[in-house]
């Protein structure tokens, strides 16, 4: 598909060279995006500008979720990248958009255009680490232990699971059954990196990776019981997290809900600082 400016296709197995070499000064803004091309998944469009000499400009992954990179999206940009883009899309389904908020609303204003109306958005930060994480206040105790799960641990981190699921990522309102949740985790367990912190043998918080891209690893999944709280559990988590993955030479990265202060705040006191804006808009 093309215009006067702007030509989309399908990615093609010669195109991962250059697509790594676009996105790499973007990659800790969309780690998941990038894990794609790191596997070189099918349903990657690569959109170039066409004039005076093609280059590209920008990557989405379509399959009803959409991620993007198009850090030239703006609203210089938009009144040539509107009626391609309109074009491109008129008969694909969306249900979500993830991505940087600024070209997130942007594309969902687009959509509008067309009738499609979002239900729900959820605003996060974006939030990177520089250096080697701070020490937790605390020391875990004698009864306390970190450890790598398996498969075998799914029962036993399901119910965590879910009560991240519909705390941090699901649309108000959705049922999240334990099949849904099961299938996720049992993903999660087979391709990342899963900790779960136990107290006398129960597990009472876990995190883990979400993405592992190409210089950037994205933390998510971050969650402890509410009985025990206050023990700077996650902090321990996330700390080891980071020490496994930067002995790998890769940066970490992770969002963290605008309005989940008590988080962010957990966040900074380790390290980690802010470094723009995110947006899942689902329709």
């Not at 399901?158 to 941090?168: A, F």
């Amino acid at each position: 598909m093309k215009d006067a400016n702007f030509l989309i296709r399908r990615v093609v197995p010669s195109d991962f060279p250059l697509l790594e070499e676009f996105i790499l000064p973007y990659e800790f803004s969309c780690v998941q995006l990038t894990s794609y091309i790191r596997k070189k998944k099918k349903d990657l469009y690569l959109i170039f500008k066409s004039s005076p000499l093609p280059e590209i400009w920008g990557v989405i992954f379509l399959n009803k979720a959409f991620l993007h990179c198009l850090p030239f999206l703006n609203d210089d940009s938009l009144p040539l990248f509107e009626p391609f883009f309109s074009d491109f899309i008129k008969d694909k389904p969306v249900k979500t958009i993830i991505g940087t908020k600024l070209q997130t609303q942007i594309l969902v204003s687009l959509l509008q255009k067309q009738g499609e109306k979002p239900f729900q958005s959820n605003s996060y930060n974006l939030m990177t680490l520089q250096n080697i994480p701070l020490d937790p206040p605390e020391n875990l105790s004698a009864d306390d232990e970190i450890k790598r799960c398996t498969e075998y641990d799914l029962e036993n981190l399901l119910d965590l699971q879910k009560k991240y699921i519909i705390k941090e990522v699901a649309p108000a309102g959705k049922k999240v059954s334990d099949l849904e949740c099961s299938i996720g985790l049992k993903d999660l367990l087979k391709n990342q990196l899963v900790l779960a912190l136990t107290t006398d043998g129960e597990i009472v918080a876990k995190a883990n990776t979400n993405a592992i891209g190409i210089n950037w690893v994205q933390l998510g999944g971050v969650y402890t019981h509410p009985l025990y709280r206050k023990h700077y559990y996650a902090w321990h988590l996330i700390r080891v997290l980071c020490f496994r993955i930067m002995k790998t030479q890769k940066s970490v990265c992770l969002f963290v809900k605008e309005k989940n202060t008590p988080a962010a705040n957990l966040y900074k006191r380790m390290g980690f600082e802010e470094k723009g804006s995110f947006e899942i808009v689902y329709f």
